[in-house]
T-cell receptor, first 111, second 115 residues
Framework: SQQGEEDPQALSIQEGENATMNCSYKTSINNLQWYRQNSGRGLVHLILIRSNEREKHSGRLRVTLDTSKKSSSLLITASRAADTASYFCATDATAGNKLTFGGGTRVLVKP | GAGVSQSPSNKVTEKGKDVELRCDPISGHTALYWYRQSLGQGLEFLIYFQGNSAPDKSGLPSDRFSAERTGGSVSTLTIQRTQQEDSAVYLC?????????????FGQGTRLTVV
């Protein structure tokens, strides 16, 4: 089963625009993480936000977390063609450190 | 090694055969995860090893699937009597658990094709 569900499933934007994707989850978490996947192989970690944090920045990335709504968002600002990839949220469960991923958002940045 | 290593990169097998997929995690990482990803889909959790604890096998889809982790390091995922629906990319990840909040590191996956 998937803990996190991303929305939208796919996103197409022009270079320079911002891309926003959302993640909803169901159980209590220690933290929530976002990953990026190019060409259907290994995932790369982007950013981690702890359950007691509300917002975090890393370069052009901004992540928010609302534990009351069990949701998170990832914003990529000033997108580039190289940001084209699939983005996944992953929840680190309070019980047992099980890391569960959502279905992902496929982002296409057109030059 | 510097990262998580999976082998083989690609495997084509006949329906009904058994396959073994291998994962070498980052040295010292206490947790190891296996996921399955069908084309264009999300990551389906299969199994999770943490230190010497009993593994969390709650994601294994059937009793044809099994995994072990020897010496707290290398892991092997075995699929017996493969079926066409087993075709997918199998991803392994490792991370250090127990020292705060940590990220997972992924291998490049094994693409399994059952014909």
């Amino acid at each position: 089963s998937q803990q996190g569900e991303e929305d939208p499933q796919a996103l197409s934007i022009q270079e320079g625009e911002n891309a926003t994707m959302n993640c909803s989850y169901k159980t209590s978490i220690n933290n929530l993480q976002w990953y990026r996947q190019n060409s259907g192989r290994g995932l790369v970690h982007l950013i981690l936000i702890r359950s007691n944090e509300r917002e975090k920045h890393s370069g052009r990335l901004r992540v928010t977390l609302d534990t009351s709504k069990k949701s998170s968002s990832l914003l990529i600002t000033a997108s580039r063609a190289a940001d084209t990839a699939s983005y996944f949220c992953a929840t680190d469960a309070t019980a047992g450190n099980k890391l569960t991923f959502g279905g992902g958002t496929r982002v296409l940045v057109k030059p | 090694g510097a990262g998580v290593s999976q082998s083989p990169s690609n495997k084509v097998t006949e329906k009904g055969k058994d396959v073994e997929l291998r994962c070498d995690p980052i040295s010292g990482h206490t947790a190891l995860y296996w996921y399955r990803q069908s084309l264009g889909q999300g990551l389906e959790f299969l199994i999770y090893f943490q230190g010497n604890s009993a593994p969390d096998k709650s994601g294994l889809p059937s009793d044809r699937f099994s995994a072990e982790r020897t010496g707290g390091s290398v892991s092997t995922l075995t699929i017996q009597r493969t079926q066409q629906e087993d075709s997918a990319v199998y991803l392994c990840a490792s991370r250090l658990v127990g020292r705060g909040h940590t990220e997972a590191f992924f291998g490049q996956g094994t693409r399994l094709t059952v014909v």
